[in-house]
């Protein structure tokens, strides 16, 4: 007993340092400055990469990109960047945020997931589906600078229509007629979402059963409502037939991409046509199976720096053995190459491809990267799905996504060269959010402390899924 009140003394001092800490950095934030010198510069838009560029980083924003030497603000902290290589802050259009699926939420594992994002070069994330009063509360102190975590986005609850995909009481806004639903709408619409997210989804496929459809008319006027109020909108959709549905009635983007079949020719010239943004998340599928049969994963640095030992070797042994019996995992195995193929197809024709997991926790990032370049995709490509195309996701790709005059500073630092071998994006030198350096040493991560796993309500990592799944 007096061993867990000492750790939440300790845990409790912890979060008011960090927040502290992070009250800090933002009181001067507006006076602070950072030069980048000779380093090679992946902007994040596709470009070739610039060698011997120099960044200058004043407040929050990127004021000066030059191929040149110039001269370098007074007062300015240098960061040598020879043989280095930078990078956008990478971002999670899909995320489903853990600690909020638990009763009582566990606010701890929702921070420490927070974390591990930002500690893996992170920057940005969207939550897609959760406890709307434990999201909001986390975003609220992302933002007011109460704890340091990566940039959080939020959907809150889910829109749907009753017993349709991702409809769990205290999870979810259920309308079932208009305008009868405008009420429960508008209180949905009182935290200040950051995104719609709806699930048009039937199931019967894979090996799930069939369940309710939201009716497309309803959905319609969710859009439109929601629009009005300058929120933009995503949709679970699975297949094609769907996303065509939901894109004629004007949803802004899709959650996921087709992974029942293979796509149209002309569905691709269709979401080029419309530009419509799309999460990758192919990570979630795939990881089903790789728990199950490659579970060595689990030993790579970033896994071991932001999972507790007793939990990387729950998820080795019970897991993976629970994996192995799995249908789903049989079944996403053989069709996230048909996935990859879709995302591949897209992308090479011009369509924006962003990058999701469906996931909560950083190193899930760096895997959706894998999974794109096996799949064809370029490793600028990757790079460019993993920040410019998330921003333009998010409708914010005019201030975020690319390190180019103007934005916001989140940039990630290099100790190789990602386009050589795109695993080199885990060689992370130094993380800045928003024109401040983060200390990567002093984030509530296993590889900064040691507590077992079991002293903690929720894991950290779920391999089998969210609240969608």
């Given at each position: 007993?007096?061993?867990?009140?000492?750790?939440?003394?300790?845990?409790?001092?912890?979060?008011?340092?960090?927040?502290s800490?992070?009250?800090?950095?933002?009181?001067?934030?507006?006076?602070?400055?950072?030069a980048?010198?000779h380093?090679?510069?992946?902007?994040?838009?596709?470009?070739?990469?610039?060698?011997?560029?120099?960044?200058?980083?004043?407040?929050?924003?990127?004021?000066?990109?030059?191929?040149?030497?110039?001269?370098?603000?007074?007062?300015?902290?240098?960061?040598?960047?020879?043989?280095?290589?930078?990078?956008?802050?990478?971002?999670?259009?899909?995320?489903h945020?853990?600690?909020?699926?638990?009763?009582?939420?566990?606010?701890r594992a929702?921070?420490?997931?927070?974390q591990?994002?930002?500690?893996?070069g992170?920057?940005?994330?969207?939550?897609v589906?959760?406890?709307?009063?434990?999201?909001?509360?986390?975003?609220?102190?992302e933002?007011?600078g109460?704890?340091?975590?990566?940039?959080l986005?939020?959907?809150?609850?889910?829109?749907?229509?009753?017993?349709?995909?991702?409809?769990?009481?205290?999870?979810?806004?259920?309308?079932?007629?208009?305008?009868?639903?405008?009420?429960?709408?508008?209180?949905?619409l009182?935290?200040?979402?950051?995104?719609?997210?709806?699930?048009?989804?039937?199931?019967?496929?894979?090996?799930?059963?069939?369940?309710?459809?939201?009716?497309?008319?309803?959905?319609q006027?969710?859009?439109?409502?929601?629009?009005?109020?300058?929120?933009?909108?995503?949709?679970?959709?699975?297949?094609?037939?769907?996303?065509?549905?939901?894109?004629?009635?004007g949803?802004?983007?899709?959650?996921?991409?087709?992974?029942?079949?293979?796509?149209?020719?002309?569905?691709?010239?269709?979401?080029?046509?419309k530009?419509?943004?799309?999460?990758?998340?192919l990570?979630?599928?795939?990881?089903?199976?790789?728990?199950?049969?490659?579970?060595?994963?689990?030993?790579?640095?970033?896994?071991q720096?932001?999972?507790?030992?007793?939990?990387?070797?729950?998820?080795?042994?019970?897991?993976?053995?629970?994996?192995?019996?799995?249908?789903?995992?049989?079944?996403?195995?053989?069709?996230?190459?048909?996935?990859?193929?879709n995302?591949?197809?897209?992308?090479?024709?011009?369509?924006?491809?962003?990058?999701?997991?469906?996931?909560?926790?950083?190193?899930?990032?760096?895997?959706?990267?894998?999974?794109?370049?096996?799949?064809?995709?370029?490793?600028?490509?990757?790079?460019?799905?993993a920040?410019?195309?998330?921003?333009r996701?998010?409708?914010?790709?005019?201030?975020?996504?690319?390190?180019?005059?103007?934005?916001?500073?989140d940039?990630?630092?290099?100790?190789?060269?990602?386009?050589?071998?795109?695993?080199?994006?885990?060689?992370?030198?130094?993380?800045?959010?928003?024109?401040?350096?983060?200390?990567?040493?002093?984030?509530?991560?296993?590889?900064?402390?040691?507590?077992?796993?079991?002293?903690?309500?929720?894991?950290?990592?779920?391999?089998?899924?969210?609240?969608e799944?």
């Open positions: 007993m007096r061993r867990r009140v000492l750790l939440v003394l300790l845990f409790s001092a912890a979060l008011l340092v960090s927040g800490a992070a009250k800090a950095q933002s009181n001067s934030q507006s006076n602070s400055k950072i980048i010198e380093v090679t510069l992946i902007d994040g838009t596709g470009r070739p990469a610039i060698p011997d560029a120099t960044v200058i980083i004043e407040g929050d924003r990127i004021t000066r990109v030059s191929r040149t030497p110039i001269e370098i603000p007074a007062g300015a902290q240098k960061i040598d960047g020879r043989g280095k290589y930078l990078i956008p802050g990478m971002m999670d259009v899909h995320i945020l853990h600690g909020g699926f638990s009763q009582p939420p566990d606010e929702g921070i420490r997931a927070l591990s994002y930002i500690y893996c992170v920057t940005t994330v969207l939550d589906g959760n406890n709307a009063d434990f999201i909001f509360g986390l975003r609220d102190k933002r007011g109460q704890i340091v975590s990566t940039r986005l939020a959907a809150g609850g889910i829109v749907t229509y009753p017993g349709s995909h991702g409809s769990a009481p205290g999870m979810s806004t259920l309308i079932d007629s208009w305008p009868q639903g405008i009420p429960a709408l508008d209180k949905a009182s935290y200040h979402p950051d995104m719609l997210k709806m699930t048009y989804e039937e199931e019967g496929w894979g090996t799930r059963p069939m369940i309710t459809l939201l009716p497309i008319p309803l959905m006027h969710i859009i439109e409502y929601y629009a009005d109020h300058g929120v933009r909108s995503t949709v679970h959709v699975s297949n094609e037939i769907r996303a065509r549905e939901a894109i004629a009635v949803v802004d983007t899709l959650a996921h991409p087709d992974i029942q079949g293979p796509v149209s020719d002309s569905f691709v010239k269709l979401m080029v046509a530009q419509l943004p799309f999460a990758s998340t990570t979630i599928g795939e990881n089903y199976s790789r728990v199950a049969n490659h579970s060595e994963f689990l030993d790579q640095p970033l896994y720096a932001v999972l507790e030992p007793d939990e990387i070797q729950r998820l080795k042994t019970t897991e993976s053995e629970k994996q192995k019996k799995n249908r789903w995992a049989q079944w996403m195995a053989i069709m996230t190459p048909v996935a990859q193929e995302i591949r197809k897209i992308d090479a024709a011009g369509g924006i491809v962003a990058l999701g997991t469906d996931e909560s926790i950083g190193p899930a990032v760096h895997r959706e990267l894998e999974l794109l370049v096996a799949g064809g995709i370029s490793p600028i490509n990757a790079i460019r799905i920040t410019l195309n998330s921003a996701f998010l409708g914010k790709d005019r201030d975020m996504g690319s390190v180019e005059e103007g934005k916001i500073a940039v990630v630092l290099l100790k190789a060269d990602p386009l050589a071998d795109i695993n080199n994006a885990k060689q992370i030198d130094t993380v800045i959010k928003a024109g401040q350096i983060i200390d990567r040493s002093k984030l509530d991560l296993p590889v900064n402390r040691k507590t077992a796993a079991s002293e903690l309500k929720t894991p950290l990592m779920y391999p089998l899924g969210n609240a799944e």
